[in-house]
């Protein structure tokens, strides 16, 4: 290859070389993994999946899942300030996020970019070897995807197939009066760790101070799916009422679950699991953190509803936190301030247009 | 909503609204759909398909195939001249172009959208009109996807699984020497439809002249999937040794067949199946109406190689055309001229970059 300042030029491989390059060497883990990429489909056979795993005794009983995430250059990253690895990585992960939120497995994904003139093979390289650590970590393989050039901006798709026993399935219908509310890990870290970034975009282009908040960042650039605290709600036995994975915000969240399971739900500020780093940020910054949590989105974390009777255990699990309980659905979305007073839960959405 | 000259801005609706409004009414009619739109995933019980169609009759028979699509304004489309409608009515049959040429059936889709402040709701409404159209006509459900305001162009994503025997599976590596090399259709009128709507765009933008040539257009603009080919083989007893849809042009899939079966191949120009409004078109506009063919892509036709044993049963079936045959992969991929001589065949891939 021609190499440049090691810069090497996409059009000296050519679309297919491309692809052959970006995914050579890669070999499926997943016994349901038939035939990866280099065909017109990936081929899977689901009835050879992991059944130790799952204590799947029958084929019968297997579900497959699919989601899928768009994220576009300028709407949901910013290449100044976000590293191609972590860009990748991150990619993967909010699929495999909405595996677990289903209580499923993520098997396999398949990657689609579009890419501009601008972009090395240097910088693919550096993607997806984001995307293929998270596959390793997670134990998925990536089988398939499309390659194209682009006229603007990088366009990441990515598509995640799951497995899960139909039993153990988790949707966002099911939670009942008198369930608890938990959520998993903290909440608005991961806006506040945007925050910073865009701080020191602005005022420290060159010499950006992250210095005791690399949590944040981390947060930010570098989320993970809560697999530990699916395994961990399996070991102890609870299965959740209702669950999703907190992508738009907790507030947004709950609505989805409320609307969906025809419920209403109370849950209290001071319940709210809130990160110091993150807290002190949002004073230096002047914002509220309390708003942060409800609406600050892509934490990535669990909010779940389980049975009242599945209390005891559900409090020994680390980093489950419960934060208030399902109503009747004439009661409405309520949050309960610290000083007992009660505000509607307010939806929140793209601001883009 | 609030409506000016027939346009809705997607702000009345916002995300989760636009997301309700344009997947409502989505009835699936896939035994194996579970769950589609509406929660973190979709959920497939592929214990459920349609098993008197493939003749399943054990489960563990059943393989799931999965294929993506990536469809980028200003790259794969230009909205100057190609309706919104028939857009989302291609974005959806070039996957199911993909299962097909597994020998598979397509079952679900996801589809993923990244759209600008110029479009309205209507727009939007138009592109969902042409996918659900192709869903309906080819028995696919869409059961989820992604929707996200864009800085720039159109993009459009859509994953796509489907189904097949085992047994029934066609990869593009089982090629052998002596295989009939065949083609269904014609080739290299998709190509000829989008040099007339450049060349009508750029000379008669006000009023183009297409009379005579819409079959090109069609070609362009609402390609269909070879389903009847795949079903009439299946009903003729044929199963190909090799497949493949013919998206990037036939030569580089010829390529990519002999890469992958290590094989050569010889083709003949004169068995080349060439329609007569493109061999016309390629007259007026001096182009080769055989480079076209090899090279144009986007036909969405079947190449597939099979047993030179099944050439009987192979000629009543109306629409494929043997073009050739499997030779050592020594002798390299050649095309024989008109005229008796041997040329190599080339790779094209992107010129994008």
């Known amino acids: 290859m021609a190499k440049n300042n090691g810069r090497t030029e996409i059009s000296t491989l050519g679309e297919f070389g491309l692809i052959r390059h ?32 799952l204590k799947i005794k029958n084929a019968a009983d297997i579900r497959v899942l699919m989601t899928t995430d768009l994220l576009l250059e300028g709407i949901h990253f910013n290449l100044e300030y976000v590293p191609l690895k972590h860009l990748g990585y991150k990619a993967a992960v909010v699929n495999f996020s909405d595996i677990y939120a289903m209580n499923g497995t993520p098997t396999q994904i398949t990657v689609s970019l579009g890419i501009s003139k601008r972009f ?78 865009e701080r020191e975009r602005v005022a420290n282009a060159e010499q ?37 994975d907190i992508s738009d915000g907790l507030s947004s969240e709950l609505l989805h679950i409320c609307h969906q399971s025809n419920c209403g739900c109370a849950i209290y500020e001071d319940k709210l699991p809130i990160d110091y780093q993150a807290a002190v940020l949002a004073e230096e910054m002047n914002l509220n953190i ?17 049975d009242i009777n599945d209390y ?33 839960i307010q939806a929140q959405g793209w601001k883009a247009f």
Chains 1, 2 share one sequence.
């Open 290 to 306: 309390v708003t942060c949590a409800l609406n600050g989105g892509e934490d990535y974390e669990l909010l779940f509803t389980c």
């Open 22 to 53: 970006l995914t050579e060497n890669i070999r499926p883990v997943q016994p349901s993994t038939q035939k990866g990429v280099g065909d017109d489909c990936a081929v899977m056979d689901f009835g050879k999946i992991k059944n130790e795993e």
């Open 312 to 344: 005891e255990k559900l409090v020994p699990i680390d980093d489950v936190y419960i934060i208030g309980h399902i109503t009747k659905p004439e009661f409405g979305a309520v949050i309960v301030g610290r000083n007992g007073e009660e505000m509607m």
């Open 208 to 244: 950006p101070d992250f210095s005791g908040k690399e949590y944040l960042l981390e947060r930010q650039l570098k989320p993970e799916a809560r697999r530990d605290i699916i395994a961990k709600l399996r070991e102890a036995g609870i299965k959740p009422t209702a669950m999703m």
């Open 120 to 197: 090395s093979i240097e910088d693919l390289e550096d993607l997806y070897s984001g995307i293929r650590l998270a596959c390793e970590r997670y134990g998925v393989d990536l089988v398939g995807g499309d390659t194209s050039a682009s006229m603007t901006g990088l366009t990441i798709s990515i598509t995640c197939l799951g497995t899960a026993k139909d039993e153990d399935i988790v949707y966002r219908s099911g939670a009942k009066e008198h369930n608890l509310i938990c959520v998993t890990g903290n909440l608005g870290t991961a806006y506040m760790g945007l925050q910073l970034l």
